[in-house]
T-cell receptor, first 115, second 110 residues
Framework: GAGVSQSPSNKVTEKGKDVELRCDPI?????LYWYRQSLGQGLEFLIYFQGNSAPDKSGLPSDRFSAERTGGSVSTLTIQRTQQEDSAVYLCASSLDAGMNTEAFFGQGTRLTVV | QQPVQSPQAVILREGEDAVINCSSSKALYSVHWYRQKHGEAPVFLMI???GGEQKGHEKISASFNEKKQQSSLYLTASQLSYSGTYFCGTGPDSNYQLIWGAGTKLIIKP
């Protein structure tokens, strides 16, 4: 597609329920990143993929968070047993590769509200 | 260690200049600058690399001081469209990732 697409754009869920957030990166981009942004805060790194592999899962806040990427394209971030502190905007970004000299393109984000 | 951005916020009149700083406690290889408007995705502005290479938009200028482990973004003759929150990302960290600052909020008034 023309840009990084994320769905849903907004999600309200009850505490304890599971949610899935989807990211469709720019075609041909091998690197894909997930970030979390709390209100008025910076970008908190969660996980990145190079192809379908996730070399770095160190940013995932707890074992309730998991992510996968299939076909080197679409990625899903899953949060199990959601808690109120999970409420945030979840941003996905993709880039041609994972190098330090490569710009990233961000999606519009999914605003997650846990009530 | 998260890079420190300063100032946290700045209000300007259209046409005025601004400098946004990003300081790291670690040696830097690269600094990335992005701007995020309220409710929108962050948008790429510039990458600065150790050794002097830069990639970015022609209308944006920035510096990278390796010795001071610091980068500065220069916004001259500011326009209303420059409003937003500016983030710097520095890296790589031990996991070869960027670490992002908390952001500098820039408000441009007519």
């Amino acid at each position: 597609g023309a840009g990084v697409s994320q769905s849903p754009s907004n999600k309200v869920t009850e505490k304890g329920k599971d949610v899935e957030l989807r990211c469709d990166p720019i075609s041909g981009h091998t690197a894909l990143y997930w970030y979390r942004q709390s209100l008025g805060q910076g970008l908190e790194f969660l996980i990145y993929f190079q192809g379908n592999s996730a070399p770095d899962k160190s940013g995932l806040p707890s074992d309730r968070f998991s992510a996968e990427r299939t076909g080197g394209s679409v990625s899903t971030l899953t949060i199990q047993r959601t808690q109120q502190e999970d409420s945030a905007v979840y941003l996905c970004a993709s880039s041609l590769d994972a190098g330090m000299n490569t710009e990233a393109f961000f999606g519009q984000g999914t605003r997650l509200t846990v009530v | 260690q998260q890079p420190v951005q300063s100032p946290q916020a700045v209000i300007l009149r259209e046409g005025e200049d601004a400098v946004i700083n990003c300081s790291s406690s670690k040696a830097l290889y690269s600094v990335h600058w992005y701007r995020q408007k309220h409710g929108e995705a962050p948008v790429f502005l510039m990458i600065l690399l150790k050794g002097g290479e830069q990639k970015g938009h022609e209308k944006i200028s920035a510096s990278f001081n390796e010795k001071k482990q610091q980068s500065s973004l220069y916004l001259t003759a500011s326009q209303l469209s420059y409003s937003g929150t500016y983030f710097c990302g520095t890296g790589p960290d031990s996991n070869y990732q960027l670490i992002w600052g908390a952001g500098t909020k820039l408000i441009i008034k007519p």
